[in-house]
């Protein structure tokens, strides 16, 4: 089955520093979200990536989906501590009969020390 | 606008227990899905509905799970009996419609925290 494997696991930074996380599927998507959890939380949508090689921003948020539509990034600009959470990237795979089913990575949680 | 409502939050039972999970999405969002997330991973899709229609429970443990969304709009989560790997949370999320190459934005619930004793 699909599989969408995210990197790295945990990211400590301090604040003001820039984080990046990882999302790579084993299957060619249709499309991408990435979706925030705080501690304690559900998650909440953030931004999704429909074309080959779009990228999107938001403030500090830039991301990124692959020319192959099988990996994606988001990059957070000068970090805050605010931004603490797990960001998930989802991805809906491409054809097949499962429209509809995103996949989710396991989540990067970040953490930003003052 | 109000988001989607689950209920209970909390939840403690026994194992071998009976337990049902409740999910009222938002208003005219005829997609409705039942996630699990276990600590440190990422929402697992139980079952997804099309108004009251299952259109996909491929990953749920239909020997012990069991859902309904009888008038497109409510839907509850049951399992019975309940295992000690079922101790998790158990979101809800809905989203307007999935129409062929495209995928809504999905909204979750605040979800049930189930711990199994």
């Known amino acids: 089955g699909q599989q969408v494997m995210q990197i790295p696991q945990y990211q400590h930074v301090q604040e003001g520093e820039d984080f990046t996380t990882y999302c790579n599927s084993s299957t060619t998507l249709s499309n991408i979200q990435w979706y925030k959890q705080r501690p304690g939380g559900h998650p909440v949508f953030l931004i999704q990536?429909?074309?080959?090689?779009e990228v999107k921003k938001q403030k500090r948020l830039t991301f990124q989906f692959g020319e192959a539509k099988k990996n994606s990034s988001l990059h957070i600009t000068a970090t805050q501590t605010t931004d603490v959470g797990t960001y998930f990237c989802?991805?809906?795979?491409?054809?097949?009969?499962?429209?509809?089913?995103?996949?989710f990575g396991q989540g990067t949680i970040l953490t930003v020390h003052p | 606008e109000a988001g989607v409502v689950q209920s209970p939050r909390y939840k403690i039972i026994e194992k071998k227990q009976p337990v049902a999970f409740w999910c009222n999405p938002i208003s005219g969002h005829n997609t409705l899905y039942w996630y699990l997330q276990n600590l440190g991973q990422g929402p697992e899709l139980l079952i997804r509905y099309e108004n009251e229609e299952a259109v996909d429970d491929s990953q749920l443990p239909k020997d012990r799970f069991s859902a309904e969304r009888l008038k497109g709009v409510d839907s509850t989560l049951k399992i019975q009996p309940a295992e000690l790997g079922d101790s998790a949370v158990y979101l809800c999320?809905?989203?307007?419609?999935?129409?062929?190459?495209?995928?809504?934005?999905?909204?979750f619930g605040p979800g049930t925290r189930l711990l199994v004793l």
């Open positions: 990536l429909v074309k080959s090689g």
């Open positions: 989802a991805g809906l795979r491409a054809g097949g009969t499962s429209y509809g089913k995103l996949t």
């Open positions: 999320a809905s989203s307007l419609g999935v129409t062929s190459g495209s995928q809504e934005t999905q909204y």
